[in-house]
């Protein structure tokens, strides 16, 4: 044995993980090397720690209250241009980047390729990646200045959204204002704490949550590519959104008007178990509590107006600044543990499928860093507007809604530009982003020929 595989052996027997190596000598090669260069990868004294808190459960509980939130809706006209223009400066300017966070696997909605590929099953059949890339278009036109978009991948999808834009021309978007990364992984753990094989001779590694996303855009350099733009928000949404208002400019306006590290959008839930994460304060600091953690106390309390107490439901829309992330990018967020089940090898080496949850995968989430902001602009929004999650295939949050919302959402942007009731009673017509992104610029002329 070389000196390399005695060094990790010793290294993954001080800490319990010597089961790693058990199939080594059944190993081609390059299959050996494989292993061991995954397992230099490791960081075993992070990995050390996780077993104990998944057993201890949801992390942090510290005393949660209410957050107080902005309204939209009531903003004064005036406030509300004065806003909108100075979004449209600082995205003029090229303060403004947009950032997806597309690592996820789907698997809810059954879908093998990444999740931006998929058609919700619109009449013009575009996927959610096309629907953002004409929007930022269209934003970046009206600006006259292109927007930069940085695509967080993971290392099971990254080729193929690549891959995907090359083939569609990348929807029009200049390739040196498109930046993809890969996100980072991690193991599972099974129920003693043992990091998992996903065969003899490699370690299942899953994403690793979108907690990681801006410590994994800065290892790929594509902070430091921010930072050399002079970008000094970067908006962050969740692929899934297929009424993302990517950067809209009010909300640009208002983060940078009160001027906290971040700002979020939020709208009150639909339901009390809908599943989104709930916007509070955690000892005192804004934070989230997300769905799979939230206790039923909390989940149905109301308040005297019989409104939830904690109502402000988490869209996953946010603008941060960018010194904000700079300086927290490598904070080292706390992972939160999901019991699933795991494909793995038993003893002999043979394949097993699990029918009942076998091991933990840990994942960071984006909205832990949220407490390292002492103040956060937390701005309220109609959800039908802007929120169309497509998250199961069937159902609540589904393409048959998202499709639903956003079709609705251009017939009444056309009813508002004075097209006739009666010639959309029956049909649906989808308004491409290129033509209006958020409703403006509807001109008689545009209706006319939309409903032709
Ligand atoms: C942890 C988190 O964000 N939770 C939020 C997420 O829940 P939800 O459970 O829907 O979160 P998902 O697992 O769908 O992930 C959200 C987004 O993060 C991406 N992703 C996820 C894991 C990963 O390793 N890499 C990666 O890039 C996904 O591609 C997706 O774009 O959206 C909801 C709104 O729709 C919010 O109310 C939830 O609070």
């Not at 990995?47 to 459960?57: D, E, P, T």
């Not at 599972?188 to 855009?217: K, T, V, W």
């Amino acid at each position: 044995m070389n000196h390399r595989y005695e060094q990790l052996a010793h290294k993954l027997s001080a800490c319990g993980q010597e089961h790693l190596l058990q199939f080594y000598d059944t190993l081609s090669a390059p299959d050996r090397s494989r292993l061991l260069e995954q397992i230099e990868r490791l960081d075993l004294p992070a990995i050390a720690g996780l077993a104990q808190q998944a057993h201890a459960g949801a992390s942090d509980a510290g005393t949660i209250t209410p957050i107080e939130s902005c309204e939209a809706e009531a903003l004064e006209e005036r406030e509300r241009e004065r806003l909108t223009q100075r979004g449209l400066e600082l995205l003029g300017a090229g303060k403004v980047a947009a950032f997806v966070v597309a690592g996820g696997q789907g698997s809810r909605l059954g879908h093998e390729g990444p999740k931006g590929t998929y058609d919700i099953g619109l009449p013009s059949g575009k996927t959610l990646f096309q629907l953002q890339a004409e929007r930022l278009l269209r934003l970046s036109q009206s600006v006259g200045k292109t927007i930069p978009w940085y695509i967080m991948t993971s290392g099971d999808n990254h080729d193929e959204t690549v891959r995907f834009f090359a083939v569609n021309g990348n929807f029009g978007y200049e390739p040196d204002q498109l930046f993809f990364f890969r996100q980072h992984s991690m193991p599972s753990l099974d129920e003693a704490g043992r990091i998992m094989l996903s065969a003899p001779g490699e370690i299942g590694l899953a994403a690793s949550g979108n907690g990681d996303a801006f410590a994994s855009l800065k290892q790929s350099g594509g902070l430091a590519d921010m930072r050399r733009r002079g970008i000094e928000w970067v908006f962050y949404y969740n692929v899934d959104n297929a009424l993302i208002r990517i950067a809209e400019p009010l909300f640009v306006g208002a983060a940078a008007h009160f001027g906290n590290p971040i700002a979020t959008k939020v709208a009150q839930k639909a339901y009390p178990e809908e599943k989104v994460g709930i916007l509070c304060l955690r000892d005192g600091r804004p934070a989230v509590v997300e769905y799979t953690e939230v206790p039923q106390s909390l989940q149905y309390e109301t308040d005297d107006s019989g409104r939830l107490k904690y109502g402000l439901g988490n869209l996953s829309i946010h603008l941060f600044r960018l010194d904000f992330i700079e300086a927290h990018a490598d904070a080292g967020l706390a992972y939160h543990a999901a019991h699933k089940k795991i494909r793995t090898v038993d003893e002999r080496g043979n394949a097993i499928v699990p029918e009942q949850p076998n091991g933990y995968k840990f994942e960071r989430f984006i909205f832990d860093l949220f407490p390292l902001a002492e103040r956060m602009t937390v701005w309220s929004i109609r959800r039908e507007e802007e929120f169309a999650p497509v998250k199961n295939k069937e159902g609540t949050d589904s393409p048959a809604t998202a499709r639903r919302l956003l079709l609705d959402q251009h017939r009444a942007w056309l009813l508002r530009a004075g097209a006739d009731p009666q010639l959309l009673a029956e049909r649906d017509i989808e308004i491409p982003p290129l033509v209006s992104g958020d409703g403006e610029g509807l001109t008689p002329e545009t209706v006319k020929s939309l409903l032709e």
